[in-house]
């Protein structure tokens, strides 16, 4: 079985200031991990996927994860935060063929 | 045109009303998905297709129909719909079930 869990509903941060999603998953072997954002009324969007090279995972517009297996998490990060940064984050997990599983997701309020 | 596409973008719908929402991706992947997302709530897998055959149904209302006649092309049809089906819907194919997943832009269906 597979679950994930993004511990954040809400993470409010100022423009300019580091910003820290977090996600922490279950599985049963190594797994496959996401993670997507969505702007309002948008699709969603690959920003970056660990599956199973370098723990240290970079993605578009300077976001990066790191998979920690002994925490079993996968955070995901960005050193200084942009207004348009702005948007939901779905934490995702798949093993297998296991469908992949979505987190709740966090949303990203960016303060100027 | 590439990727995936959502026909219609809206769509405002009576109750006794009968439409169909349509989905296409260009990216020659296996399997299709539909997603519904309402304010507040997670997103919602609803429908997974895999090389044309259904794969996943998550105890979705009957009113709620999909249909995949070929691996391109995905269709949710609507009937008899009730005003707390209003939602983004979401369309995502893959190369297989467990692989990372790209999104079109969503149908946002409003049902009066």
């Known amino acids: 079985a597979q679950s994930v869990t993004q511990l954040d509903s809400h993470v409010s941060v100022s423009e300019g200031t580091p910003v820290l999603l977090r996600c922490n998953y279950s599985?049963?072997?190594?797994?496959?991990l996401f993670w997507y954002v969505q702007h309002p009324n948008k699709g969603l969007q690959l920003l970056l996927k660990y599956t199973s090279a370098a723990t240290l995972v970079k993605g578009i517009n300077g976001f990066e994860a790191e998979f920690k297996k002994s925490e079993t998490s996968f955070h995901l990060t960005k050193p200084s935060a942009h207004m348009s940064d702005a948007a939901e984050y779905f934490c995702?997990?798949?093993?297998?063929?296991?469908?992949?599983?979505f987190g709740r997701g966090t949303s990203l309020i960016v303060h100027p | 045109e590439t990727g995936v596409t959502q026909t219609p973008r809206h769509l405002v719908m009576g109750m006794t009303n009968k439409k169909s929402l349509k989905c296409e991706q260009h990216l020659g992947h296996n399997a299709m998905y539909w997603y519904k997302q309402s304010a507040k709530k997670p997103l919602e897998l609803m429908f997974v297709?895999?090389?044309?055959?259904?794969?996943e149904n998550n105890s979705v209302p009957s009113r709620f129909s999909p249909e995949c006649p070929n691996s391109s092309h995905l269709f949710l049809h609507l009937h008899t719909l009730q005003p707390e089906d209003s939602a983004l819907y979401l369309c995502?194919?893959?190369?297989?079930?467990?692989?990372?997943?790209?999104f079109g832009p969503g149908t946002r269906l409003t049902v009066l």
């Open positions: 599985s049963s072997y190594s797994p496959s």
């Open positions: 297709y895999s090389l044309e055959e259904r794969v």
């Open positions: 995502a194919s893959s190369q297989d079930l467990s692989g990372e997943q790209f």
């Open positions: 995702v997990v798949s093993w297998g063929s296991y469908i992949p599983t």
